[in-house]
């Protein structure tokens, strides 16, 4: 059994389309702003913000491929490319995240002045482009979205920081330090979110067990069906981290009795978003 599941990259497209040309613009602003406020925070931004524009560009892309059709070439069709831009991205940020501490730890020892209302102006800009960005992708299923997500959440974590520390440093001239420390909280913040995300990535690559899969409960219900006398082989992986494909193979006391098992299987199933089913009997 096959089920069109090219809906949610189709959807995902459109939110990630919509995400890039949103960063695209911003990078104009962060650049001039950095430049303009000599901003350790902004600057460093500079760097982060030019990275999602590349990783939005990269997974609006891939999940562009995941919509196509499946081929003789990739029979189960293309979804995996979905996660494997959520697992380049999730690295590529991981690695910003580390230029930035990079960066950003020797100014904490050689903090440098900044200015404090340029600051302020380019952190209200980042906060509404990106607070945007992140309503846009809020409720996306892919881990594409996701990745992308976090990035983003974490940039309104960094804008309402530095809007913070802009204001402490329009009345506290002595506390430039602030300045790298808010740098190296959010690279911190950005390494262990989307390090999380790229373990889930991964873990759909190697193929281990849905983990909205309940295995035991779902050969329990298979068992329950009349007719069936065991399961001797049994196999469930997902596709993209949402859509899973299912292998079984069940021993039957009366092959005439298949189609009705098959039917209950499909429906034990249909609430694990199963989208491929293969039923073999013995």
């Not at 100014?107 to 800009?125: K, N, Q, S, T, W």
């Not at 092959?255 to 098959?262: E, F, G, S, T, W």
Request: proline share 2%; net charge negative.
């Amino acid at each position: 059994m096959r089920i069109d599941v090219h809906h949610h990259h189709k959807k995902a497209g459109e939110n990630l389309a919509f995400v890039f040309f949103m960063n695209l613009a911003f990078n104009i602003i962060v650049i001039v702003g950095g430049l303009a406020t000599n901003s350790m925070a902004i600057l460093a931004d500079c760097i982060h913000d030019l990275s999602d524009t590349i990783s939005i560009a990269l997974a609006w892309f891939l999940e562009h491929v995941a919509q196509k059709d499946s081929s003789d070439t990739y029979s189960y069709g293309y979804q995996r490319f979905s996660i494997l831009g959520a697992v380049i991205i999730s690295i590529f940020v991981i690695i910003m995240a580390f230029v930035i501490l990079q960066e950003a730890i020797p100014r904490l020892f050689a903090p440098e002045e900044v200015d404090a209302g340029g600051m302020l102006m380019v952190a209200i800009v980042g906060i509404i482009f990106k607070s945007i960005s992140v309503h846009r992708l809020h409720k996306g299923e892919t881990f594409n979205e996701k990745a992308i997500l976090f990035h983003q959440l974490g940039d309104v974590f960094e804008w309402i920081a530095i809007l913070v520390l802009s204001l402490i440093l329009m009345f506290w001239e002595g506390a430039p330090y602030l300045d790298p420390f808010v740098s190296i909280g959010i690279a911190l913040w950005l390494i262990v979110n989307l390090g999380r995300n790229l373990y889930k990535s991964v873990e759909v690559l190697l193929q281990k067990t849905p983990d909205h899969f309940d295995v035991e409960e779902f050969k329990s219900g298979v068992l329950k069906i009349e007719g069936i006398e065991g399961i001797d082989d049994f196999h469930v992986w997902s596709l993209d981290g949402i859509d899973s494909v299912l292998t079984l193979k069940v021993s039957i006391d009366d092959i005439a009795n298949q189609d009705k098992v098959k039917k209950e299987i499909y429906t034990i199933a249909s609430k694990y978003h199963i989208v491929d089913i293969t039923i073999e009997f013995d």
